[in-house]
């Protein structure tokens, strides 16, 4: 005999489970509480099919939805990915989508909870995030009316460069509350300086803490100052000049691994940063995460999108978290405001 329970003091979806009778039910996942929940990954180069992979391996999703303009190669790459489910062992389905420049496609996205836009052309070797500009506005414009006509209350996670253009454009173009937009920039960045820290010092990524904010660009601003190596400050194990010397390496990551590569940028570090932000979103975790979002008075700054740290949940975010910083870190962010807020202006005409 079978006894049909439900899970009780869920939010979402209900969550029944069928429990053989004279057996205690086992507790409830965190992934069951959420699953029912449909992601959309736009963009199946590296980067967005990395994510999506990422994503599906949570097992905390119902759907993955991957989009791109290139016939067949979402749906190709979505079967490769379910195939995968009986080796890595997860349930979360994979859907690939072949997308068309007036919309076409569009309508499997609906109803999705997240949306995650990596869309546009990745940068080459001697090029800046800023020389993607005008190509990938126009992209990312056109993605994002489509994610407000089929997927109006979904939180959306911007990773389309120059970053912290984009993600305003992303606002304007959906129209969007500002903290249900948002990008991915200082997961990322922090990522970075971390790794370079702990490589440095031969120590463990775990034992090292570290921060960067500012603008996805020239303007980042890593922070030594919150950053630290088992719990000691980063001064204190190491000399300025090092730090600085880190700090440029950090602020120049994603054009030294382009350099490398020569015919392609990033995506394993920048997928791993977007599809943690997702499952912050998905699980209402109010994990606190240096990301771009939108700045109203913290730190002296208003009517901006800006890396900084802020509380990530249901609805995007849910408050940005200001830190102590010194003079020189809080005049560096506030430059990197004003730099930024002029080419967040020039966007709204792309």
């Not at 790459?77 to 379910?82: C, F, K, P, R, S």
């Not at 960067?212 to 190596?229: I, W, Y």
Request: aromatic fraction near 4%; include cysteine; proline fraction near 5%.
């Amino acid at each position: 005999m079978i006894t049909v329970k439900r899970a009780a003091a869920l939010t979402g979806p209900a969550v029944i489970r069928l429990i053989p009778s004279g057996t205690e039910p086992r507790p409830v996942t965190g992934s069951e509480t959420i699953m029912g929940k449909k992601v959309t990954v736009v963009g199946a180069g590296f980067y967005g099919s990395t994510t999506a992979q990422r994503l599906a391996e949570y097992d905390i999703f119902d759907t993955v939805v991957l989009t791109d303009i290139v016939e067949g190669k979402p749906e190709g790459l979505a079967l490769d990915m379910n195939q995968s489910r009986a080796v890595e062992g997860f349930e979360t389905k994979v859907v690939g989508v072949t997308t068309g420049p007036n919309g076409e496609g569009y309508e499997a996205i609906e109803g999705s909870d997240i949306v995650v836009i990596t869309a546009g052309l990745p940068r080459k070797p001697g090029m800046s995030r800023m020389d993607l500009l005008e190509v990938n506005a126009k992209i990312v414009r056109g993605v994002s009316e489509n994610v407000a006509k089929y997927a109006p209350n979904a939180v959306v996670i911007v990773v389309s460069n120059p970053l912290d253009e984009m993600t305003a454009l992303a606002q304007l173009a959906t129209q969007f509350p500002k903290n249900r937009v948002l990008g991915q920039a200082g997961m990322l960045d922090t990522a970075r300086f971390t790794n370079f820290v702990a490589e440095t010092l031969a120590v463990p990524v775990a034992s090292v803490k570290t921060l960067t904010l500012g603008s996805h660009g020239d303007t980042m601003v890593p922070v030594p100052s919150r950053s630290s190596v088992d719990g000691k400050p980063l001064a204190e194990v190491l000399p300025a000049d090092k730090i600085e010397e880190l700090v440029v390496r950090t602020r120049n990551g994603g054009a030294e691994v382009v350099a490398l590569l020569k015919t392609g940028s990033a995506y394993y570090a920048p997928s791993a940063a977007a599809a943690r932000m997702a499952k912050a979103v998905a699980e209402d975790s109010g994990a606190v995460m240096p990301v771009c979002a939108w700045v109203d008075g913290e730190y002296g700054i208003s009517g901006v999108y800006l890396g900084v740290e802020a509380e990530i949940g249901a609805e995007g975010v849910k408050r940005v978290v200001e830190t102590d910083l010194t003079e020189s870190e809080l005049a560096a962010l506030k430059e990197a405001a004003e730099a930024v807020r002029a080419k967040q202006a020039d966007v709204a005409g792309l």
